[in-house]
Antibody, heavy 125, light 110 residues
């Protein structure tokens, strides 16, 4: 059974960089069949897609985050990471990592099928 | 990239059916059959309930079904049970390797 686990500081100061890591167990991150993604949820609000990364290191992020996002992947450790620069209070949220199925023509589309439990990150001085 | 539009809340009595809508645009919901739905209990991670508009992962009861018409997708829950009370989110591929979620709908079982 695949499991994902987020880790990182629970408190980040304004203007600094938020850094989180997602450790994957019960399966390999080094696969052509899936992307690996980050989704966040501000307290009392809805879900927002942050970005996704492929085993090759190719990544995509939400344009609304104005290029503040950097992602990396370490297939030797089965983990991937998120770095969000210049954070403000608006970045306070529960951050989830998730597995994103890659679309295969005629077989399946894109969907987030496995999620971590989430980790709360608060931006405050 | 704007969030997909969902009703903030819906309700129904046990045994009834409810339908949650998810309205997007010609660039996301209408353009691709890559709509998925997630169930989320308070302080828990989301759970995949429907993918590719109308497919159910193993373990999801067949009381949950999905459909789409134009730029609006729908999640229907039939035979409502108390345990279905949760928040539900839709998600769509929006092209150029981006994804967009709906604002979420709170389902209350009366």
């Amino acid at each position: 059974q695949l499991q994902l686990q987020e880790s990182g500081p629970g408190l980040v100061k304004p203007s600094e960089t938020l850094s989180l890591t997602c450790a994957v167990s019960g399966g390999s991150i080094n696969t052509i069949n899936y992307y690996w993604g980050w989704i966040r949820q501000p307290p009392g609000e809805g879900l927002e897609w942050i970005g996704s990364i492929y085993y090759s290191g190719t990544s995509y992020d939400n344009p609304s985050l104005k290029s503040r996002v950097t992602m990396s992947i370490d297939t030797s450790k089965d983990q991937f990471s998120l770095h969000l620069r210049s954070v403000t209070a608006a970045d306070t949220a529960v951050y989830y990592c998730a597995r994103l199925a890659r679309a295969i023509r005629g077989v399946r589309g894109y969907y987030f099928d496995q999620w971590g439990q989430g980790t709360l990150v608060t931006v405050s001085s | 990239q704007s969030a997909l539009t969902q009703p903030r809340s819906v309700s129904g009595s046990p045994g009834q059916s409810v339908t949650i809508s998810c309205t997007g645009t010609s660039s996301d919901v209408d353009a691709y059959n890559f709509v998925s739905w997630y169930q989320q209990y308070p302080r828990k991670a989301p759970r995949l309930m429907i993918f590719d508009v109308n497919k159910r992962p193993s373990g999801v009861p067949n009381r949950f079904s999905g459909s789409k018409s134009g730029n609006t997708a729908f999640l229907t829950i039939s035979g409502l049970q108390a345990g279905d009370e949760a928040d539900y989110y839709c998600c769509s591929f929006a092209g150029s390797y981006t994804w967009v979620f709906g604002g979420g709908t709170k389902l209350t079982v009366l």
